[in-house]
């Protein structure tokens, strides 16, 4: 399977999964990103081992992450991409989907998905469109899964 491992400026773009700093990661998700609020570090890494991971690291911290749920052949869904605030506006974001769309398995996807509140901007510099058919795509949706429940 074709990886990422580039570097840009002072930066490391890597799929590397063992270069992956789980805790930095759940930091920042449960945290700081309004879609996954308080979700449990568990699952976080759990869904991270599943999937295709990007990390961006800055002498040795990681600073970024992106992953791709995919069974690498026809289908993948962008998820969880992040820059931690003091590292935005350096182009690190268009750099990490710059890498990730290059890879050739991903160039022979049939489909590729994300959901996005405010990054319509950055998505659609690398082909993402609105659904061109919505009425065909369905959900189950659980915003609130990782939200402690108020006992009765």
């Not at 609020?37 to 040795?60: H, L, M, W």
């Not at 290059?102 to 901007?121: I, P, Q, S, Y």
Request: glycine share 6%; hydrophobic share 40%; proline share 3%.
């Amino acid at each position: 399977m074709q990886q990422i491992n580039y570097s840009f400026g002072e930066y490391l773009f890597s799929s590397d999964r063992s270069l992956m700093q789980w805790d930095r990661i759940h930091h920042w998700l449960a945290n700081e990103a309004y879609w996954s609020e308080n979700i449990p570090f568990d699952t976080v890494r759990t869904a991270g081992e599943n999937s295709f991971c990007v990390g961006i690291f800055y002498q040795g911290i990681q600073v970024g992450y992106a992953r791709l749920i995919t069974d690498y052949a026809t289908f993948a869904y962008l998820a969880d991409v992040y820059i931690q605030e003091a590292y935005r506006g350096k182009g690190l974001s268009k750099m990490m989907m710059q890498c990730m769309m290059e890879l050739d398995w991903v160039k022979g996807l049939r489909r590729m998905v994300l959901a996005t509140r405010d990054a319509h901007g950055l998505y659609s510099q690398y082909g993402f469109t609105s659904l061109a058919i919505p009425d065909r795509f369905m959900e189950i949706s659980r915003p609130d899964m990782y939200q402690k429940k108020n006992p009765a």
